[in-house]
């Protein structure tokens, strides 16, 4: 700040002897101060604490979407100035459609795509797609496959080439399967010694039991086991055609040279599925307490568990409301309570996992052993809260929905982001528009709306409690809780 300096003039008087002194001529009037703005003429009253500014709802633009002339739907973004392209191929079958006892089929089946294909081996492919820059993976969950490429523009229809490759000439040889395989197991057989993969392979199980959305989809130790080359083979050929799969593409490249090079690769190919999904098991009404035992443990993982509707249901906005004041933000209620107040855990929080065709609702932490009844006191405890005492309120509503319409842009900073957005548009079959009326629809959610949710949710009684943890330490103190206590392995199986 620039203060303003005032000259002061003394007039200084000789001393006289005998005559008179000179007359002093009168010191020049001081200067007219400089006008200076008053502090608030901004309008800012720095009195105070400033005011957020109103949240600016922003939304993506729609993709464009076109049709091979074998019936693929390409969903196409031009985003951005870069020379960079994200390249999604969605099947829509996945871990759903792997057979009973056989967890892990799709999954394999995918990885297996990049281990030779056409003429080239696993290591001239991997070799191929690294003089390209192409970066490429597959994955599979519940309701599809995932195949995606990210690439140099330019390199686009060389890219294609290899990916129709994959796609449609694997090799399937036996000694890469074997290798892989050897390699699923591996993994599985790790996750095992981790209390929170062998938590949510128990969730699964607990929630849908063998049928849909049961397993976890990278399989089991014993599932993977199960598996042969045969079983691969055969679901690919059951699995990996045409019929309902779309490509998702954004980047800086413009549609009608994306749609040239698809329909040069892929315009011809052609098949029907043959697979078979599990059905949906009835859910189940026992509600127990659900316990893997990890001997020593310092810690339980702990999650409070019921079903939930898929994922396009009415429901979804205003659930993600409610439950970013439940328990998605740091300031939320399972959050302040478990983390700041109690100091269970370094971290509480809630979500709403949605699958196609059902999901699940879930209150999850990692606490202390010796505080994990007491955690799971204060979970049910908030439940039912907000059914009686402690309704959510309008501050609450608004703070998650600025929340969320403030976070929103973030998902969509990265090229790959914006094509795995746009990938689930095709996954659950959503409209083209969905995320240009995205934020329109979380700011129309109502107070009632969200509390309407949480009283669907409040009933302590319909959640089941499944835990990882040290036996020994917990069972005295869950047996209080008054519910059946339930076995399981580190593998989501239920012991006998």
């Not at 000179?22 to 020049?28: D, L, N």
């Not at 370094?346 to 059902?358: H, I, M």
């Not at 979380?442 to 009283?455: G, H, M, W």
């Not at 330490?473 to 392995?489: F, I, M, P, S």
Request: glycine letters at 8%.
């Amino acid at each position: 700040m620039k203060h303003a300096r005032l000259a002061i003039v003394l007039g200084l008087l000789g001393a006289g002897c005998s005559e008179p002194p000179p007359p002093v001529a009168p010191p020049p009037p001081p200067p007219a101060p400089v006008a200076t703005a008053p502090a608030n003429s901004t309008g800012i009253d720095r009195s105070r604490l400033p005011s957020p500014d109103p949240v600016i709802a922003w939304a993506p633009p729609a993709p464009n979407v076109s049709t091979l002339s074998n019936g693929i739907r390409v969903w196409h973004a031009q985003w951005g100035d870069l020379p960079v392209v994200s390249l999604l191929a969605v099947i829509p079958r996945g871990s759903e459609t792997d057979p009973k006892g056989k967890a892990g089929l799709s999954y394999l089946m995918a990885d297996m795509l990049d281990e030779g294909a056409g003429s080239r081996s696993a290591l001239e492919l991997s070799e191929a797609l690294q003089r390209l820059a192409t970066d490429y993976s597959a994955s599979a969950s519940v309701d599809y496959t995932l195949l995606s490429m990210d690439m140099l523009a330019e390199n686009l229809g060389a890219s294609l080439d290899l990916l129709a490759d994959m796609v449609r000439r694997p090799r399937f040889d036996a000694a890469e399967f074997k290798r892989r395989k050897d390699y699923f197991i591996a993994q599985a057989l790790a996750s095992e010694s981790d209390p929170r993969s062998a938590q949510d392979a128990a969730v699964l199980n607990v929630l849908f039991g063998e049928g849909y959305a049961g397993s976890v989809d990278e399989g089991t130790r014993t599932s993977l086991k199960a598996i042969t080359l045969a079983d691969a083979k055969a679901h690919y050929k059951n699995s990996l055609v045409p019929e309902g799969v779309e490509f998702v593409v954004v980047g800086g490249i413009d549609q009608a040279s994306v749609f040239k090079e698809l329909e040069r690769v892929f315009g011809d190919w052609k098949g029907l599925a043959k697979t078979t999904a599990r059905e949906l098991a009835e859910a189940s009404t026992e509600h127990g307490v659900y316990l893997v035992d990890f001997p020593g443990a310092a810690q339980s993982v702990l999650s409070v568990v019921r079903r939930a509707e898929g994922a396009n249901t009415d429901k979804y906005f205003p659930a993600m409301v409610m439950n970013r004041s439940f328990g998605e933000a740091f300031t939320s209620r399972v959050n302040l309570n478990l983390r700041e107040d109690k100091g269970y855990t370094y971290g509480a929080r809630s979500t709403f996992q949605r699958y196609r065709d059902a999901g699940y609702f879930t209150i999850s932490a990692a606490v202390k052993s010796e505080t994990t009844r007491a955690s799971i006191d204060e979970m049910l405890k908030e439940l039912s809260m907000t059914c009686s005492s402690k309704p959510l309120t309008a501050r609450e509503r608004d703070e998650s929905v600025s929340g969320l319409l403030l976070g929103y842009p973030g998902r969509f900073e990265r090229v790959s982001s914006v094509g795995a957005s746009f990938a689930s548009l095709a996954i659950f079959d959503r409209p083209v528009n969905w995320y240009q009326t995205w934020p329109a629809a979380v700011e129309a959610v109502t107070l009632a709306q969200a509390n309407q949710i949480a009283s669907e949710y409040c009933d302590p009684t319909k959640f089941s409690i499944v835990l990882a943890g040290d036996r020994a330490k917990l069972a005295e103190t869950l047996a209080t809780l008054n519910r059946t206590l339930v076995g399981y392995d580190a593998q989501g199986k239920r012991l006998p």
